[in-house]
């Protein structure tokens, strides 16, 4: 409907609409996808954190490794779960450790998953890690 309005009035005005319009539908894909990633169930645990991480390389100079041995995941719960896990790490590394190299193998086996994470980040002094409610350290 947009796009019969712009092609009667073509102002500027309708340009910038349709402009803003495009921009929220791109953001609410992107919240949509960060929310449920596209094909866990389908395809998996690993295509999913494969697909994220090709994202976040396209728009950022990070050197990502990244490895997944074993059975494949394909649980959306618990798949859904380390996804996140990896997401937040991603993230945080990124913003807050502000490294240059991410590391990330994931080992599935019968029923268990390890996840070793690694970043080349400016770290954090020991001196000022109090433990937090959760007996989980607080930075």
Do not use: W
Not at 41 to 62: C, H, M, P, V
Request: proline share 2%.
């Amino acid at each position: 409907m947009l796009k019969r309005v712009s092609n009667k009035l073509d102002t500027e005005e309708v340009s910038e609409i349709e402009t803003q319009l495009n921009n929220t539908i791109s953001e609410i894909k992107s919240i949509i996808y960060d929310l449920t990633p596209p094909g866990l169930q389908f395809f998996g645990l690993s295509a999913g954190i494969q697909n994220y991480l090709t994202i976040i390389k396209k728009n950022s100079s990070i050197d990502i490794k990244y490895e997944f041995q074993g059975e494949e995941l394909k649980d959306p719960h618990t798949g859904g779960m380390i996804f996140r896990i990896v997401q937040e790490l991603v993230t945080n590394s990124i913003k807050h450790a502000r490294c240059s190299e991410i590391g990330i193998n994931i080992y599935t086996a019968h029923d268990a998953i390890t996840l070793h994470y690694t970043d080349n980040g400016k770290g954090f002094d020991m001196q000022k890690v109090t433990m937090g409610v959760l007996n989980c350290l607080v930075v």
